[in-house]
């Protein structure tokens, strides 16, 4: 009986190195993880933890961050005060560790691991030639200058509802069952300490929650609250949630909602035409009122950002992705292009679902 406590400690981090072992074999069974996981068990514990978490109106994720950061802290104190001995100290801090590695695969991590987008959608992949890639930014800059208005006035009660409508409608084409619990939009407990990092929002696995840097502008928030809405429903990829959020958005009854997403997917345009000859022509069709818009944003976020911090946040960031299965990293936000061109050049998936070309 002695020696079963005396290494009771290690049940966690076996767990863990389970765990661990399970994510190398999930990587090579995806069509396993869409299916058990990403379709089966998943939005079960998306509807559980997301009504339970939508009942508290601040962040508990954010909470569960401030505690593990401080746990440390504590530990040193109970050591130095000799509370506790150190060895004591750091099998309860690994068990700690080991716990939140554990919890975050299991509640929402594993969705790293499904089939991509193009697979369960059963989207064409297809790789246009430049003349079609430039002919399509052309069409695309038109549709953003005539969505171009004004987000003097804007409810983000009345947009929250409207992209869930948008979701509700979409979901068959998405394959996801409507509604797989709630997705009410928290803020960014430090959200200045975010934004110095250029976040604008991000997604809780621990409680299931959906958060807005409360810093980023009106014309941001519709696109910004769709994107995170999309890793609340199982997608992990930002090129996926990306597209999640432009389609969603898209499809919107509001111009305002439509505008902020296709006005953030042609930075994303812009990006991968750069070096192209035909660069400076598509970027003086950006009518005059829509570059306002874009220098504006442009500011605002070079006011709040910290370079430092900026450049930090993304390493880790690229790393973190990087050992989730993304092999592009933060790349992977670009991708997003890849997703809008199969989605417009697909006009069978355009039918299957009524859905208009953009």
């Known amino acids: 009986m002695k020696a079963n406590k005396k290494y009771k400690w290690l049940i966690l981090p076996a767990l863990a190195g389970i765990i661990f072992g399970l994510t190398l074999i999930l990587r090579q069974q995806p069509r396993l993880v869409e299916t058990w996981y990403a379709r089966g068990i998943y939005p079960q514990i998306a509807a559980l933890l997301s009504n339970v978490s939508s009942i508290f109106p601040f962040s508990l994720d954010d909470v569960l961050y401030v505690v593990l950061l401080l746990m440390p802290v504590a530990l040193i104190v109970r050591v130095f005060t000799k ?151 199982g997608v992990t990829s930002e090129a996926e949630a990306n597209f999640y959020s432009w389609l969603v958005c898209s499809n919107s009854s509001s111009q305002q909602i439509r505008y902020s997403a296709n006005l953030f997917i042609s930075f994303h345009f812009f990006r991968q035409s750069r070096g192209l000859e035909a660069y400076q022509e598509l970027v003086a069709e950006i009518s005059p009122e829509v570059q306002t818009d874009i220098n504006k944003i442009r500011e605002h ?49 355009q039918q299957r679902y009524d859905l208009a070309p953009h």
């Open 301 to 349: 976020w070079n006011k709040l950002r910290n370079a430092t911090m900026d450049k930090t946040a993304s390493k880790l960031n690229d790393a973190y992705l990087k050992h989730n299965n993304i092999k592009s990293g933060i790349k992977d936000y670009t991708g997003v292009v890849d997703h809008v061109m199969n989605f417009s050049l697909d006009s069978a998936f």
């Open 83 to 233: 509370s506790m001995k150190w060895k004591n100290a750091g099998k309860f801090l690994l068990n700690i560790l080991a716990a939140a590695y554990i919890l975050f695969y299991v509640l929402w991590g594993f969705n790293y691991f499904r089939s991509p987008l193009q697979e369960r959608l059963e989207l064409q992949d297809r790789e246009p030639n430049t003349e079609e890639f430039v002919q399509f930014i052309h069409q695309y800059i038109q549709e953003v200058n005539a969505l171009h208005c004004s987000f003097d006035s804007m409810d983000k009660k009345n947009v929250d509802e409207l992209i869930e409508a948008s979701y509700k409608e979409l979901a068959p084409a998405l394959h996801f069952d409507y509604p797989m619990g709630k997705r009410p939009d928290k803020q960014i407990t430090f959200s200045g300490f975010y934004a110095k990092s250029g976040i604008t929002g991000y997604f809780g696995p621990f409680f299931n929650e959906v958060h807005v840097n409360q810093k980023i502008l009106p014309i941001e928030y519709p696109f910004v609250l769709a994107h995170e809405k999309a890793h609340q429903l």
